[in-house]
């Protein structure tokens, strides 16, 4: 089971940190992907983190928030979050975490097919 938290209303420029905590999966270090979607729009895959410790440890991001949201993981609590930075108007969209029961390819990355699992939305707004 996948639970996200943490989405809110914020100014532009702000920040967020969402939170994706995994129950009921016995293997550590679950592989996540954060995707959002927008109004109107196609969901997106924004973040990937990898099963890896330690410098064998891979993330990979969207080019839209590449320098803007960082994904990282708490092992002892089995939680992902993602920081979300300098936020902008454009951010605003219902943010989902997905898990993969197996490393997810590049080529494969950011379709919602290559995930197993997934937890209900945290709404982000982004808005003055």
């Known amino acids: 089971q996948l639970q996200a938290s943490g989405g809110g209303l914020v100014q532009p420029g702000g920040f967020l940190r969402l939170a994706c905590e995994v129950s009921?999966?016995?293997?550590?270090?679950?592989?996540i992907a954060w995707f959002r979607q927008a109004p109107g729009k196609e969901r997106e895959g924004v973040s990937y983190i990898n099963r890896g410790t330690g410098s064998l440890e891979f993330r990979d991001y969207k080019e839209s928030v590449l320098g803007r949201f960082t994904t990282f993981r708490d092992n002892a609590e089995k939680v992902v979050y993602l920081q979300m930075n300098s936020l902008k108007p454009e951010d605003t969209a219902v943010y989902y975490c997905a898990l993969s029961l197996t490393t997810v390819s590049s080529a494969r990355r950011w379709r919602q097919d290559a995930y197993h699992y997934w937890g209900q939305g945290t709404q982000v707004t982004v808005s003055s």
């Open positions: 009921g999966f016995t293997r550590d270090y679950p592989i």
